[in-house]
């Protein structure tokens, strides 16, 4: 698809066509395991990769390639290759490229599900792990200039919405020698796009906005080709492989990629300007609030500031408890990314993995919710928030 057309066209129309079958305008849910060949030299040349085709579910299917065509087209990437969940994207990912002996620098506010990775599973394999803290640019530079094989970011990050300067470390990065790496998730392709701002790698948690209907588990990695044929050989052999019927519902969710983006965008903003005007309020976190510390470097490479913001309460835990159960129009649970308005406390969602004092160390405190914006009309949102505000002032008096 031309490179002039706008991401909105491209999240209906991209990736689709090739993969229709008998007229139909939609693309199928291929769920057979296997494909067969009566021509042993045209089976034996589809498995060589010599000729396009398929032969065994675990590799390739017809439906998980549409979806991985249409986010490759909306990332402006040379190819792309999807899992079963965003956390196998991302730990099939450094798998892939990372040995022993190898340097790894990255962020504190990773996900919590990679920070795990970062300082469970990693270490074991003698892979040196080095987390930054997020924003602070310097410190990175200095730790990449030290030696690194991989430099992985996250922005706008979980649960604070902390923001990275893509474009400055991925420079950092390569001049390292560095394979620079970032799970897009949060901005979303319609927001950022890492790859044009120099990045090797661009992650999605694809369960997330671009599923958008918390239906479907998935992930995806695009960038250069030789860097995915890696990858994804490394899936095609360990076996994280993206149901068909979940690529299906993900090609069918990113045809609204944009609309729900863009309400979930401005929903957010609005929801932000309410919040800073109440009192139990103690911060609110977005990265389109001018006084958010890294709101420049938001503004000049993202297009809108996505719909993930977070906040604070006075009274802490106790106000959480009950405030968030009085939201009407919010589901309180761990997913992030759907048409519904999701609350929760990073406590019990991103960062359930940590321990209270690592939560600490990252600047999470114990009374932050995290909110992700739906596509509600935010004024049904904010008086809901209202309604469930005034229940707790009256009930524990702060
Ligand atoms: C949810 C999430 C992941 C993990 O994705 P799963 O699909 O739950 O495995 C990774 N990164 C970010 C930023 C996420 O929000």
Redesign the pocket.
Known sequence: MKKDIQQGTKAVWAGEKEYLAHGATQVPVVLSVAYGYDDMDDWYNVAIGKKKGHIYGRNTNPTVQAFEDKVKVLEGAEAATSFS????A?SNTLATFLVPGDRIVSIKDT?G??NKIFTEFLPRQQIEVVLCETGNHEQIETEVAKGCNILYL?TPT?PTVKISDIERLAKAGHNAGALVVV?N??ATPINQNPLSLGVDLVIH?A??FLGGHADA???VVCGREDLIEKIYHYREINGATMDPMAAYLMLRGMKTLHLRVRQQCKNAMELTNYLKTKEIVEGVYYPGLETHPLHEIAKKQMKDFGGMLSFSVKGGVDTVRHLLPKLQFANRAAN?GAVETTVGPARTTSHVECTPEERAAMGIPEGLIRVSCGIEEIEDIIADFEQAFNYVRSALEV
């Open positions: 969940t965003g956390m196998a991302i996900y599900g990679t996250e979980n799970d998730t949060f948690s369960t997330k588990l998935g992930g992030l």
